[in-house]
C-alpha cells in the first residue's frame, strides 16, 4: 500500500476519535445547541473525507487527497477542541484537563488553512513546483509550530473560555513574536497559489490547464478567509464574519479538487471563474453600499431602525442589478480575452453571412484565427448520418470532438488542434445557426449535383433505349415485314407475266410473317409498358405474381393512381422480385403497396442473402433514377445474411 494511502486511513482513523472525542465532550457541556453545533460540524468533515476518499482512490500514490483527507481531520480537531474548551469552562466538568495540552494548542485555527493551502500546493501530482511552491509547504508546515510555541508564553491571557488558566512554561515577551508570524502565514497561504498559476501558464497540456484552474478558482478563498478573520476582529471585535469564508471554502475546496482531478470537464471552468470575479466585487459592492446607505439612513430614522436596514438592503441590491451583466462583460474580456475575440468573430462572421457578405464555411478558419489554434477542424452532420465531415468532404473524428448544436440537435463537432485547449461552450452556442447553414447548404449542393446527374443518367437511358428499339425494329418486326413485301412484289410480278403462283402457301407465309411481326412489336411493346397494367396495377402485381419462380404475398391498399405513378411502381416491384430471384437466393417476396396521403408507398422485402448494393449502371441505379424523375425517393436497406428491402416512395395527387 503506498504511504499516502496508508496515511490516509490513520487519518480517518483519527478523526473518528475526535468525533467521540467531541461527542463525549457535548454531552457533558448538555444543551440543544451545542448538540446542534456538534452535529452540524460532523455534516461539514462529509466534505473533505468524501473528495479525499475519491481521489486517493483514483490515485493512491499521490498526496493531494491524504492532505484533502486531512482537511476533515483538521475540522474534527477543532471542533473537538472548541467543545472541549467549552465543557472545560462549564463547572462542574468531569473531563479530563491539561493546561499545558491547552497553551500549546493556542493556533489550533490554523487548522482550518494549512491542509487545503497543502493541496493547492501539492496539485495536481502530490508533488510541490518551483521555489515558491517549496518555501511554501515548508512556511506551511513550520509557522503553526512557531505559533503555537510563542503564544504558549506570550504575556496576555488565554483565549477564552479559559482566559484565566495558568501558564505552565511561562511568559515571555518572545511570545509577542507569534503576532510578527502572521503575515507570513498569509503568504503562505498565498503561495501555493501564486506557485500553481506559474505552473498553469507552464503547462501546454489542455487537460492539466483545465485542472489547474479550476483548483486555482477555490484557492483564492484561502487567504481571503483569513483577511475576513482579521477584519472582523478589528471591526466588530470577534471572528463572526469569518464564519461565511470557512464555510465557502470548506465546500469549494473539496469540491473543486474533486472535480479537477475526476471531472474536469463538468462545466466551463473559466465561465466559473468570471462568475466567482463578479459575484465577489457583487458581494463587496453590496456590504459596501449597504454600509453607507444604513449609516446614512441610520443617522435619520435611527441606529437601531429595522427600517433602515430593509431600505439599506432593498436600494443597494436594486442598484448593482445592472452592474450583473456589465461585469460579465468586462471581466470576460479582461480575464479571457481570446473568447472574447471569438465570440466577436463569429458574430461579425453571422452578419457578414445575413448580409450576403461572406460564406458560413469559413467558420473553421475563423476560429482558427481567432482561438489561435491552427489545428482546430470543424465537421458538419449530414442531415439522417452519423459521420461528421468538413467542407472538402473529409471526415472529422475525434474523442476530444465539442458537439456543436441548433435547435436542439447535433450540427456539428469542433476538434481542437493537438495543442489546442476545448472550445469554450459560448462559442460553440454561438457557432450553432452557421453550422447548420452549412450542413444545409452542402445537403442542397449534394441534392443538386445528384438531380444533375440523375438528369443525364435519364438522357442517356433514354437514348441508349431510343437505339434499343431502333435495333429490334431493324432487325426484327421491320426485316420480316420487308421481306414479306418483297415476296408478295415478287408474288405480283409472277402472276402478271402468266407465271403459276402457289396462293396458298404464300398467304400461310405471309399470314405466320404477319403473327410473328406483331409477336415482337408486342413484345417491343410490353418492354416499354406492360400490357398487363391496361387492367389497373393490381391485376398487373397479380400476373407478376404467377409467372414469378420465387412465392410472392401481395398487400395492396392503393386507388385512384395515376398511370405514370403505377408504371413507376410496377418497375419497382418488378426489380424488387428479379434480384431476389437472380441475386439474393431469396425463399420468398413480399411486395406491400399503400397509398399513405399523397404519396405511393411500395415495399419489397425478401429473405436472402443481402448485400445489394445500388451502383452506377446497375438496374437498382436506373430504378432509383426513374423514381427521382417523379420526385420521389429510393431507398435500399440490404444488411449481410438479413435480406433485402427496397422502399419507393413517390409523390401521388389523391
Same mark, same amino acid.
Given at each position: ?272 471563474? !468570471?462568475?466567482?470575479? *463578479?459575484? %465577489?466585487?457583487?458581494?463587496?459592492? #453590496? ?6 446607505? &444604513? $449609516? /446614512? +439612513? ?112 447535433? !450540427?456539428?463537432?469542433? *476538434?481542437? %488542434?493537438?495543442?489546442?485547449?476545448? #472550445? ?6 454561438? &457557432? $450553432? /445557426? +452557421? ?116 412465392? *410472392? ?102
Amino acid at each position: 500500500m503506498p504511504w499516502p494511502k496508508r496515511v490516509t486511513v490513520a487519518l480517518w482513523a483519527a478523526t473518528a476519535v475526535l468525533l467521540l472525542l467531541s461527542l463525549w465532550a457535548t454531552i457533558d457541556l448538555g444543551g440543544r445547541a451545542n448538540i446542534f453545533v456538534t452535529a452540524l460540524s460532523w455534516v461539514v468533515v462529509i466534505a473533505p473525507l468524501a473528495a479525499g476518499y475519491l481521489v486517493i482512490r483514483h490515485d493512491p500514490a499521490n498526496w493531494v487527497g491524504t492532505w484533502l483527507t486531512a482537511a476533515g481531520t483538521a475540522i474534527a480537531l477543532i471542533n473537538a477542541h472548541g467543545t472541549w474548551q467549552d465543557a472545560l469552562a462549564a463547572e462542574p466538568s468531569g473531563l479530563p484537563a491539561s493546561p499545558l495540552l491547552w497553551v500549546l494548542t493556542q493556533g489550533v485555527w490554523m487548522a482550518w488553512f494549512v491542509p487545503y493551502a497543502m493541496v493547492v500546493a501539492l496539485f495536481p501530482d502530490g508533488r510541490p513546483w518551483g521555489r515558491v511552491g517549496r518555501a511554501s509547504v515548508v512556511a506551511l508546515l513550520t509557522i503553526p509550530v512557531l505559533f503555537n510555541l510563542l503564544t504558549a508564553v506570550i504575556p496576555e491571557p488565554l483565549m477564552p473560555p479559559l482566559d484565566d488558566w495558568p501558564r505552565p512554561l511561562g511568559t515571555h515577551p518572545v511570545g509577542y513574536l507569534s503576532l510578527a508570524l502572521l503575515p507570513f502565514f498569509l503568504l503562505a497561504l498565498i503561495g501555493p497559489g501564486v506557485s500553481l498559476w506559474r505552473r498553469h501558464a507552464a503547462s501546454t497540456d489542455p487537460r492539466a490547464r483545465a485542472q489547474m484552474r479550476w483548483m486555482l478558482l477555490a484557492a483564492s478563498l484561502l487567504p481571503a478567509t483569513l483577511v475576513l478573520c482579521w477584519v472582523g476582529y478589528l471591526v466588530v471585535g470577534g471572528p463572526e464574519p469569518v464564519v461565511v469564508g470557512l464555510v465557502a471554502f470548506n465546500l469549494a475546496m473539496p469540491a473543486a479538487t474533486f472535480v479537477a482531478m475526476l471531472r474536469h470537464d463538468l462545466y466551463d471552468v473559466d465561465r466559473a471563474i !468570471v462568475l466567482a470575479g *463578479v459575484y %465577489g466585487i457583487l458581494a463587496v459592492g #453590496v456590504l459596501a453600499g449597504y454600509a453607507l446607505v &444604513s $449609516g /446614512l +439612513l441610520g443617522r435619520t430614522l435611527g441606529a437601531d431602525s429595522v427600517t433602515a436596514a430593509v431600505v439599506a438592503t432593498v436600494a443597494v441590491m436594486i442598484a448593482l442589478l445592472p452592474a450583473r451583466s456589465f461585469l460579465l462583460r468586462v471581466l470576460g474580456r479582461r480575464l479571457h480575452p481570446r473568447r472574447a475575440a471569438a465570440l466577436d468573430a463569429v458574430a461579425a462572421l453571422a452578419e457578414r453571412v445575413g448580409a450576403g457578405r461572406d460564406e458560413p464555411e469559413r467558420l473553421e478558419e475563423v476560429l482558427r484565427e481567432a482561438l489561435r489554434d491552427d489545428g482546430l477542424r470543424v465537421g458538419y452532420r449530414r442531415p439522417g448520418g452519423t459521420a461528421y465531415l468538413d467542407v472538402s468532404g473529409e471526415p472529422v473524428e475525434d474523442v476530444r470532438g465539442q458537439p456543436i448544436r441548433s435547435g436542439g440537435h447535433d !450540427v456539428g463537432l469542433v *476538434v481542437p %488542434g493537438p495543442r489546442g485547449a476545448p #472550445v469554450p461552450s459560448e462559442i460553440l452556442t454561438a &457557432s $450553432g /445557426l +452557421l453550422a447548420d447553414q452549412v450542413r444545409l447548404r452542402r445537403e442542397l449542393a449534394d441534392a443538386l449535383a445528384e438531380v444533375e446527374a440523375s438528369r443525364e443518367r435519364l438522357l442517356e437511358a433514354g437514348y441508349e433505349e431510343r437505339r434499343r428499339l431502333e435495333t429490334d425494329l431493324h432487325d426484327g418486326a421491320q426485316q420480316r415485314l420487308v421481306s414479306l413485301g418483297m415476296r408478295l412484289r415478287v408474288a405480283q410480278r409472277h402472276a402478271a407475266s402468266g407465271q403459276p403462283v402457289d396462293l396458298d402457301t404464300l398467304v400461310d407465309t405471309a399470314v405466320t410473317q404477319i403473327a410473328d411481326a406483331v409477336g415482337e412489336l408486342r413484345a417491343i411493346a410490353h418492354g416499354l409498358r406492360p400490357s398487363s397494367l391496361d387492367d389497373g396495377l393490381p391485376a398487373a402485381l397479380d400476373n407478376l405474381t404467377r409467372s414469378s419462380a420465387l412465392p *410472392v404475398e401481395v398487400s395492396y391498399s392503393a386507388n385512384g393512381i395515376p398511370d405514370h405513378v403505377s408504371l413507376t411502381a410496377y418497375y419497382v416491384a418488378s426489380e424488387g422480385v428479379a434480384n431476389a430471384v437472380k441475386h439474393a437466393g431469396a425463399s420468398r417476396v413480399a411486395i406491400d403497396v399503400r397509398h399513405d396521403d399523397e404519396h405511393l408507398r411500395v415495399v419489397v422485402r425478401d429473405d436472402g442473402a443481402g448485400g445489394a448494393k445500388v451502383v452506377p449502371g446497375s438496374g437498382l441505379a436506373r430504378l432509383r433514377d426513374r423514381v427521382h424523375a417523379h420526385g420521389g425517393s429510393l431507398d435500399v436497406s440490404s444488411p449481410l445474411a438479413q435480406g433485402t428491402s427496397i422502399e419507393a416512395v413517390i409523390p401521388c395527387g389523391s
